[in-house]
């Protein structure tokens, strides 16, 4: 028979019983809790890998809570290309919108209904050209030590944006300075260019009885050795609600761009299509204010209702018979 447990014993087995217990409940919440540290960690680590496309084609920062300050506020971001800009003004989308949609970075965002550029392409087909073109030029440098500018490239496009012309043009002189860190012109476009009078006949008729929207006109009209009457030129660079943006006596194409179109040109090598683009823009964006001025320096000859005193007619002398 086995022996009787005291009193004390069966106290002592009780609370070990206990202690027991909870080291084992224990045991089985540990893994629990290493389990959500663990995942919590991978989701701090990863977390840039699930962090929306739109964030990273902007440079936005992520704001840490609690944190007012100006390190916590977005990056600056990149600016819209002048084809972007003017695809979205058409459709009446926000350009970071559209780059925010396709999560891409902004200079190379494609839009699918957008119709291709095609570099020296020439006449397009099948595009309305209306009664405003935008029109910009490339040069290039002959006549040595002289420098004058010569005519490399020429891109038209519509009010819309859209390519109506583009070809880069044979200069009839020696080349001194390709100047391809700015006309982004060299020696090997030269291959399919075309020649200078085929280019200037069928600029001229894109341009006949049409308004030509550009920056500094003069200079692109005198490389391509036309004229064209002032009432049907709407320059950017001589429009006066621009003259503030200017540090000289006229305002630079690339600062108007990005002043007040926010807009992205000329970083490197420049491009005559995405000129062209900048310029209409920014004469759509204030066309009103532009036909102002227009009517201001171009009054419409009024004819009299009649009321005034006319002249006397000087009376015939009768000839000698």
């Known amino acids: 028979m086995a ?5 004390n014993w069966k106290k002592l087995q009780s609370v070990l019983k206990k202690e027991n217990s909870v080291k084992a409940d224990k045991k089985r919440k540990a893994p629990t809790e290493q389990t959500r540290n663990s995942i919590a960690k991978r989701r701090r680590l990863l977390g840039d890998l699930f962090e929306p496309a739109s964030t990273k084609a902007l440079g936005v920062k992520r704001r840490k809570m609690g944190n007012g300050s100006s390190s916590g506020e977005a990056a600056a971001q990149a600016a819209p290309s002048a084809t972007l800009a003017l695809w979205a003004e058409d459709n009446d989308i926000s350009a970071r919108d559209l780059a925010d949609a396709y999560g891409e970075d902004f200079k190379n965002t494609t839009v699918p209904t957008k119709r291709e550029d095609k570099v020296n392409g020439g006449l397009s087909e099948d595009v309305e050209i209306g009664k405003y073109v935008g029109l910009d030029c490339e ?79 003069k200079n692109d009209l005198d490389a391509l050795m036309l004229g064209h009457s002032k009432r049907d030129i709407r320059d950017t660079s001589k429009f006066p609600g621009f003259k503030q943006y200017s540090t000289g006596k006229y305002p630079k194409l690339k600062t108007l761009a990005k002043e007040i179109l926010g807009v992205e040109i000329q970083g490197g090598e420049h491009s005559s299509i995405e000129d062209a683009r900048a310029a209409m823009l920014l004469f759509r964006r204030h066309k009103s204010a532009f036909d102002i001025d227009h009517a201001q320096r171009f009054p419409v000859k009024v004819q009299g209702s009649g009321g005034g005193k006319s002249n006397p007619k000087k009376k015939k002398k009768k000839g000698k018979h």
């Open 139 to 217: 040069m290039v440098g002959v006549g040595g030590e002289q420098d004058r500018s010569v005519l490399a490239r020429i891109s038209i496009v519509n009010f819309h944006g859209t390519q109506v012309y583009d070809s880069f043009v044979r200069p009839k002189e020696f080349v001194t300075d390709w100047r391809t860190h700015v006309s982004g012109v060299s020696p090997k476009n030269m291959a399919t260019a075309r020649e200078f009078d085929d280019v200037q006949q069928e600029v001229a008729k894109i341009l006949k009885g049409r308004v030509i929207v550009g920056h500094a006109l």
């Open 3 to 7: 022996p009787e447990l005291s009193s």
